[in-house]
């Protein structure tokens, strides 16, 4: 009889334990289950319109000076369509250009406003403005010409088409243009194969290939300095 009845308590001890121990799981199971609200960031920049191309689709940055006194790149999304995107099961990646039409001149300044989608600006408002610190001049050159502004002095040695892939630049499509530059700043001497949109920092500011006319040896060159403190 006492076997008995301590076999009983075993048990009906058993049921308690699992039925208490299902109760205190089951709130944090439900907590995880529910997905955290996203609320998208606010983005505003003042910079220069940036085109960059490597094939025959190009990609639209907006060039612009951080509060830090960094010079950053964001793309731009003129549309609520999601660009072509490889890691989202996009195969083939194929983007028709009319699907994200730039409003401006590419190398316009001006003032973006948008949200923040992952490392893209979704662009509401985009509205050219003055560059009131002089934070960016332009200079056109040719082959074997010198040009200077924002303290730096930039020469172009050779402007080119060829197809093809380059160590340290990438791989381009035939007619994308390759200025050969030799850039001066800061008692410092580079030299730097550029594409349209490659930007590269230099001390004191950026150098950028805004286009290259490989018919004529004729480049457009930006260069920004640092404003910020």
């Known amino acids: 009889m006492w076997v008995k009845l301590f076999v009983g308590l075993l048990f009906v001890a058993g049921i308690t334990v699992w039925f208490t121990s299902r109760d205190s799981e089951l709130p944090q199971t439900q907590l995880a289950a529910i997905p955290a609200a996203h609320t998208a960031e606010a983005f505003v920049g003042e910079g220069i319109i940036v085109r960059y191309q490597s094939t025959d689709i190009p990609t639209y940055f907006l060039l612009y ?4 006194g960094a010079f950053i790149r964001k793309e731009l999304r003129f549309t609520e369509e999601r660009g072509c995107n490889p890691g ?25 406003v948008g949200d923040i989608d992952a490392q893209r600006v979704v662009v509401r408002s985009i509205e050219e403005t003055e560059d009131s610190t002089g934070t960016f001049v332009f200079r056109s050159i040719r082959i074997g010409e010198s040009m200077s502004g924002n303290g730096m002095q930039v020469s172009m040695t ?3 088409g060829e197809g093809g892939c380059e160590v340290f630049l990438g791989c381009f499509a035939e007619g994308v243009p390759r200025a050969a530059l030799t850039i001066e700043t800061a008692g410092q001497v580079r030299e730097d194969t550029l594409i349209p949109g490659m930007v590269k920092t230099v001390p004191g500011g950026v ?18 300095r640092e404003t910020a403190s």
Not at 65 to 68: D, F, G, T, V, Y
Not at 207 to 224: C, K, M, S
């Open 207 to 224: 150098v950028v290939l805004l286009w290259g006319d490989i018919e004529d040896g004729e480049a457009l060159v930006a260069l920004g």
């Open 88 to 112: 989202a099961g996009d195969l083939p990646c194929v983007l028709s250009i009319s699907m994200n039409p730039v409003p401006v001149s590419i190398g316009s300044y001006v003032r973006v």
């Open 65 to 68: 000076e951080n509060e830090r």
């Open 158 to 160: 050779e402007l080119s």
